[in-house]
């Protein structure tokens, strides 16, 4: 079974995904914050991030950058989540992300673009 | 006053009025000159008729004394009887020669015991002796006493004489033989050689007069005939004390001068006098004071008439000058004028380079500036009410979209309680979980939507106010009652530091309260231990609350943003706060529309405190 690691400072967010990520055989974990975040990412190193752009300790492209200076979790595939659609210009070029989910998160949405990066 | 009127006097009064001045000043100085030049030949002809009576007198005494001395007449005198006649023969035509030739009125030769022996004229036949008391002549009488006492030539006043009926001045000249006195020569002068002295006006124009006269008892009496009054001779008299002939008063007095004076008329003359001490008279030479300046008043005439033309000249000319000056300066006013009823196309037309062309200038620049300025607050007003349209439309369009979501919220939020309560099925825990986090999540919606919907209302100026006077502590009470339980939970201190007696407010209770508990809730979320007191305290005229905390604090650069809408601050430690951003921004406009402040102190780290201050309610504190 695939794991993924949610990353996201809202619980109700985080609960609501798990549920659904459970019912495409997904197993997951999850992180409040930036920092702690980037511990599990090194630690559990899982197959997909699903990351809030914005957290309390730190924006989604700075950790973006500090992934990519690390070779051990480099090429871990991130998933934005994002209220706004104007963040998915940030980051576009640079080749560090996968792809994006805008909230609402609808579930066939989210289920074929995981399905799209990492498999079934 | 008018530029045009100011000019005018201040030209009125630098020009005209010294050009007057000048012109009084110098008829004063002409006036002087003619009375001064005037005097002058008055006195010259009163000198001139001292001398010509001088001359007349001494002529007649001078006559008298040669033929008194002469020795015929001393032969005659001396001889007998018998031989008289034949004397009587040669004296007797001589003296008729004399009295001829010297135009004497009558001559006659008086023994010394008075006898006349020889006489012309009225007394040729007359046997008589003179000194005789019986002959009532004073005036003769008096003259040949006078030489036969004194010895020497004698001359009789100017008066009366019965003798000869008429006024007559005798000279009574002694004939002597060996030092003895044998007899006298008289000769009468006639008054009308004496009239025709006086009656030269040479010099004295139209209205001058020669007059002579002596004291007769308290009386003035005028004795020669006189321009004005023909028979004034011993027929003219005037009280010595009167206001009239003044100079004649003077002269009497052996007085001698010349001045303005009133004539025996009433007239003002201009007079010069003397006192003539041989016969005791006075004399006078004067002229009416209103022919003296007949010279001086046609020359004022005329130099008033010149100085007329002269001063209309200057008036027209200050005129001219003046409207010169302020025709430029209307011409701007009228300008200015049109500026301010906000007609900027009209240009002030630059004739001159003077100080007015620069202010003229200066007014069109201003104009074309005021245009231009005119323009852009006309664009910029345009904007404005753009801005306001678009400003409008947003509001109703939040209105309306907040409107349209509130409908469908009320739907999901009922649907989740009921499954929640069971009242459709038993549910499990995970079942229960996620009903938690829907039902928790469209209570924030709904929240979140009325929060914009007030924060509309209250820009809008829609929210009904209800004002009341309440008592601030009252309300601090209430949010510390409501607030005491969860302080517990948290573990935090509840403090409540309320002055007493403070004054009442005016405010909506309710609005107050929300303001309030939107303070606590804050404070509440960033302290995690400490304290959160209450204070109300009197400030001046205003009522202060303060919540204050020993929460997390606001970083300086945040503190502005803190009551503005939908505000993103820079601080990370706050980016898990679901907050709307609505809150602080709405106790803004509720305060303010209380008139009141609201403001933050913080320290980062140490704590916060929110502020507002309320009005105290004057009226109803009195």
């Known amino acids: 079974m695939k794991t993924i690691l949610i990353i996201d ?41 699903l990351l809030d752009f914005y957290l309390p300790d730190m924006k989604g492209d700075e950790l973006l950058k500090q992934k990519e200076l690390d070779q051990d979790i480099k090429n871990i595939p991130v998933i934005i989540i994002t209220a706004s659609a104007e963040v998915l210009n940030i980051s576009n070029e640079k080749n560090w992300i996968a792809d994006f989910i805008v909230k609402p998160i609808s579930p066939e949405d989210l289920k074929e673009k995981i399905q799209k990066v990492i498999g079934a | 006053m008018k530029i045009f009127y100011k000019l005018f006097i201040g030209f009125i009064v630098l020009g005209v009025v010294p050009f007057i001045g000048y012109g009084f000043f110098s008829f004063e100085q002409f006036y002087k000159f003619v009375i001064r030049e005037e005097s002058k030949v008055l006195q010259g002809v009163l000198q001139e008729k001292v001398k010509i009576l001088n001359n007349f007198f001494y002529k007649f005494m001078n006559n008298a004394n040669l033929i008194a001395h002469s020795p015929s007449l001393n032969q005659f005198l001396s001889s ?95 004939i002597k033989k060996d030092k003895e006195l044998i007899g006298c020569l008289i000769l009468q002068i006639p008054e009308n050689q004496i009239f025709d002295i006086f009656k030269d006006y040479t010099l004295l124009g139209n209205t001058g007069e020669s007059l002579v006269a002596m004291q007769s008892e308290n009386k003035i009496l005028f004795i020669t005939p006189i321009r004005h009054y023909p028979n004034s001779a011993f027929n003219l008299s005037i009280d010595f004390d009167s206001k009239l002939a ?40 004067k002229m009416d004071l209103a022919e003296v300046l007949k010279p001086l008043l046609k020359m004022s005439l005329y130099l008033i008439l010149v100085a007329f033309v002269i001063v209309t000249l200057i008036i027209i000319g200050i005129i ?78 939040i209105s309306i979209i907040s409107h349209e979501l509130r409908t469908p919220i009320s739907p999901i939020k009922e649907g989740i309680s009921l499954v929640l309560e069971e009242k459709v099925g038993r549910l499990n825990d995970e079942q229960k979980e996620l009903l938690n986090i829907a ?119 945040d503190i502005p943003k803190l009551f503005e809408t939908f505000k993103q601050l820079n601080d990370k430690r706050l980016a898990s706060r679901k907050g709307t951003g609505l809150g602080l921004a709405i106790c803004k406009k509720i305060i303010n529309f209380h008139k009141g402040e609201i403001w933050v102190r913080s320290e980062i780290d140490k704590g916060s405190s929110f502020y507002f201050s309320l009005p105290i309610n004057k009226e109803k504190n009195t």
Request: aromatic share 8%; net charge neutral.
């Open chain 2, 439 to 557: 039902d928790k999540n469209s209570t924030r919606l709904h929240l979140f939507i009325n929060q914009i919907l007030d924060f509309q209302k209250l820009e809008a100026q829609k929210t009904p106010f209800r004002f009341n006077q309440c008592n601030i502590n009252d309300l601090l009470n209430e949010v510390y009652e409501m607030f005491k339980t969860s302080a517990t939970k948290k573990q935090i201190e509840l403090n409540l530091q309320l002055s007493k007696d403070l004054p009442f407010v005016f405010c909506d209770k309710d609005k107050i309260l929300e303001v309030l508990i939107n303070f606590l809730g804050n404070a509440f979320e960033y302290t995690k231990e400490g304290s959160i007191t209450l204070i109300s305290s009197l400030k001046g005229e205003n009522i202060e609350v303060e919540i204050k905390d020993t929460g997390i604090g606001i970083y300086e650069e």
């Open chain 1, 9 to 49: 400072d809202e619980i109700d967010i985080i609960k609501v995904l798990q549920y659904r990520l459970k019912t495409f055989n997904y197993d997951s974990f999850f992180a409040q914050d930036g920092h702690s975040g980037l511990e599990l990412l090194k630690s559990r190193k899982p197959d997909l991030v």
């Open chain 2, 246 to 285: 003044t100079p004649m008063q003077q002269a009497l007095k052996h007085n001698m001068g010349h001045g303005i004076m009133v004539d025996y008329r009433g007239k003002k003359v201009l007079a010069a006098w003397t006192y003539y001490p041989l016969m005791n008279w006075g004399l006078v030479i």
């Open chain 2, 80 to 174: 007998t009887i018998q031989k008289k006649t034949d004397l009587e023969n040669q004296v007797k035509p001589f003296l008729h020669y004399l009295a001829l030739e010297s135009k004497i009125a009558n001559a006659l030769i008086i023994s010394k015991n008075g006898t006349l022996i020889l006489g012309t004229g009225k007394f040729e036949q007359c046997q008589c002796n003179l000194l005789n008391d019986q002959i009532q002549d004073p005036l003769l009488l008096n003259c040949i006493k006078k030489t036969f006492k004194t010895g020497v030539s004698t001359i009789s006043d100017f008066f009366y004489s019965p003798l000869v009926d008429e006024n007559a001045i005798y000279v009574a000249s002694p």
């Open chain 2, 320 to 397: 001219i000058f003046s409207k010169k000056i302020t025709r430029p300066l209307k011409i701007l006013g009228e300008a200015v004028e049109q500026l301010k009823f906000g007609n900027l196309d009209k240009t002030i037309p630059i004739k001159s380079h003077d100080e007015i062309a620069v202010l003229a200038t200066g007014i069109n620049e201003m104009a074309a500036g005021l245009k231009q300025s005119m323009t852009s607050i006309e664009n910029l007003n345009m904007e404005i009410a753009q801005r306001k349209e678009a400003e409008k439309a947003k509001a109703e369009f």
